[in-house]
């Protein structure tokens, strides 16, 4: 496998990123965030001194942004009388990472490396062409550069090596030539990539080349389907290989995030558990570089509690019950955190398979019901309001339901959510809206606590519990319950078939 082209492609990408859109709105919460996470590294050495001179430039401001996980923070506006000299200056250490200087009001940019060694040195570029830039006093940023020059010329000839062997047939004993002057080149760029990380490991350009360095998967033995799954292991065991989580550089690079991301979307099995697993692994690694930790701890628990996918609330009130009520999110204030402990709280009894409790709701005459009364093996429970403007719209395709699960071992309870006065209005409507098939429930004075046992907060809320009231699903629209239904009686009936 010819393994520079993956790396032209990587670093390229890097370099020759799309344009940030910028506006002043986003410069002005960029620089508040920049307060809120820019800390300095104690190690770096005591200030920054960087100069850049843009020829042909017709404006007195640049901006200087770096990367911050999946964003991009301002670090500083510089203005310069002449248009053509401007420095970054200041008396603490930058933090190591890859930077972007940005011309404005033009949106056009480059990107420059900055270590904890070297941090004090000159940039030389022209607006009319921003892909050519010179350095002066950066070993690092001429390593990159040297580097992106070495892959391209490689890249060039490989491509000339491939036009020959593709007009050759099969067993042409010239082919072997061709394939051994490719291994020249990979050998070429391995020699550079392992010169780079015994010379200097320090460099911000050595990460970046080392982690988009791919991972050699070895051959293995046995029918198609194991040795896939082998080769599947044993990527996403060595997929941070080259890849420095503890490393707080990392989380100012452009591939961090999608790395991270990739291994919990494409390399994880997508079950809650799984992800969380994953989760629990990648902040154990990350843990040493404090901003990384901060950021992805922060960055999973929000995306957790945004996620329209059912069933992931499980993952927010895992890491809540590991990290947050753990004190392992110290920055967490007081007030926040009583906040989303509370959620966590109302979403614990409603995860998908736990067991709800066996309460007691009415019927119109004022007859107990128990959910333990349901003898068939499904129950579905909707959560509805006689004023609701969604629930007149689920109602047909709930009714339409019952109709076809009824015989099928499926019992159709409609709760009323309506209350005290209102409680009269859950059974006036039940013979307009055409709901007497089902098992009409509510319970006036809020005895059973349903809202909070079953966290309804809005209306329609739906849930599908077994014979055992553990919740198979919850919180799906009414034109999906069949469709759901079917399915889980299909795998019911072939339990040992695979997903």
Known sequence: MHTFWHH????????????????????????????????????????????????????????VAYYYGDRHLIQDTLISNNKKNFRLEGKEALNSGVYLMLTWPDKKFIQFMVNDLDQEFNIYVDAKDLSVVKFKGSEDNDAFFKYLDLIGDMRAKAATFREKLDALPEGDKKREKLEKELDKLDDRVSKEQ????????????????????????????????????????????????????????????????????????????????????????????????????????????????????????????????????????????EDNLKKLKQNAERLRP??????????????????????????????????????????????????????????????????????????QSCWDVLEEKNML????????YGRSRFKSKFNVRTTPKIFILDEQREILMKNIGSKQLEEVMNHIMEQDSNPTTEN
């Open 8 to 63: 032209y492609h990587c670093l390229t990408s890097l370099y020759f990123w799309n344009p940030l859109r910028f506006s002043m709105k986003r410069i002005f919460s960029f620089l508040v965030l920049s307060c809120l996470f820019l800390l300095p590294n104690a190690e770096a050495q005591q200030g920054h001194n960087i100069e850049f001179e843009i020829k042909n430039y017709e404006y007195d401001t640049v901006l």
């Open 194 to 333: 392992n010169k780079l990380l015994q010379d200097h490991p320090e460099f911000i350009t050595t990460m970046l080349v080392n982690a988009n360095k791919p991972i050699d998967i070895p051959d293995f033995e046995g029918l198609d389907g194991d040795v896939k799954e082998k080769k599947y292991r044993y990527y996403k065991a060595h997929y941070f290989d080259n890849i420095e989580l503890a490393n707080p550089s990392s989380l100012r690079t452009p591939y961090f995030h999608t790395k991270i991301m990739d291994y919990l979307e494409k390399m994880t099995v997508q079950v809650p558990d799984s992800i969380a697993e994953s989760m629990d692994y990648i902040l154990k690694e990350v843990q040493p570089a404090e901003d990384t930790y901060r950021f992805y701890l922060s960055y999973f628990l929000n995306d957790a509690a945004k996620s329209k996918i059912v069933g992931y609330d499980a993952i927010y009130v895992h890491l809540m019950d590991n990290y947050y009520s753990k004190g392992l999110a110290p920055w967490s204030e």
């Open 350 to 423: 409603v995860l998908i398979g736990k067991k709800v409790d066996d309460i007691t709701l009415y019927k119109e005459d004022g007859a107990e019901f128990k959910l333990s009364d349901v003898t068939s093996k499904y129950t579905v429970i909707m959560f509805w309001a006689p004023d609701c403007g969604h629930c007149k719209k689920a109602m047909p395709d709930a009714i339409a339901f019952n109709e076809k699960f009824k015989d099928r071992g499926v019992t159709f309870l409609a709760v009323c959510t309506k209350t005290k006065d209102k409680y």
């Open 437 to 444: 098939g089902f098992v009409n429930l509510g319970d006036q």
